[in-house]
């Protein structure tokens, strides 16, 4: 079966948006939109729960941007789900970081689709950071796992070829 061949890559992916959509569902549920929006301290001054809605990117990038950004969270999400059906079999850490770029393009794009808005809640007031979500989590995760394959993929393909023996 295909979905063996890279099976922690939908299995990264059916997690993460998962874990999203309940998070957002949470926040829906549990907190009124309100303006100022409404917040509750989890680390008074440091970390809150905050409840807005984003027409725009990650971290209100392209603020009303919701229609190109649609199409095109589902564009990504149709060219990886493709790459792992089709395409070679990934290695674990690959697997991982598409995987959760899926789920996290899937959790934001199904949002737009369905809303016209994707739901922000993880506010860092520490260091004046934008209001995200669990998608934007899984989906920054996700870059840093294929960035590390980028620029230390063959030394650790070495290291543990070494640990194997000769």
């Given at each position: 079966m295909?979905?063996?061949?890279?099976?922690?890559?939908?299995?990264?992916?059916?997690?993460?948006?998962?874990?999203?959509?309940?998070?957002?569902?949470?926040?829906?549920?549990?907190?009124?939109?309100?303006?100022?929006?409404?917040?509750?301290?989890?680390?008074?001054g440091v970390f809150h729960f905050t409840y807005v809605i984003n027409t725009g990117a990650a971290f209100s990038l392209f603020h009303g941007g919701v229609f190109w950004l649609r199409w095109l969270s589902l564009g990504v999400s149709l060219a990886l789900m493709a790459m792992?059906?089709?395409?070679?079999?990934?290695?674990?850490?690959?697997?991982?970081?598409?995987?959760?770029?899926l789920g996290g393009a899937l959790g934001n794009g199904i949002d737009r689709f369905v809303s016209g808005h994707v739901v922000d809640f993880l506010d860092f007031r520490l260091i004046q950071f934008p209001i995200f979500n669990l998608?934007?989590?899984?989906?920054?995760?996700?870059?840093?796992?294929?960035?590390?394959i980028t620029f230390f993929g063959h030394s650790m393909r070495h290291s543990s070829q070494n640990k194997d023996g000769p």
């Open positions: 295909r979905f063996r061949k890279n099976s922690l890559f939908w299995l990264a992916a059916i997690i993460s948006l998962v874990l999203d959509h309940l998070t957002k569902f949470w926040v829906v549920r549990t907190f009124e939109l309100t303006v100022p929006p409404e917040t509750i301290p989890i680390w008074p792992a059906w089709f395409g070679p079999r990934l290695s674990r850490l690959e697997q991982l970081g598409y995987g959760l770029i998608a934007d989590v899984s989906i920054n995760i996700g870059i840093f796992c294929l960035l590390m």
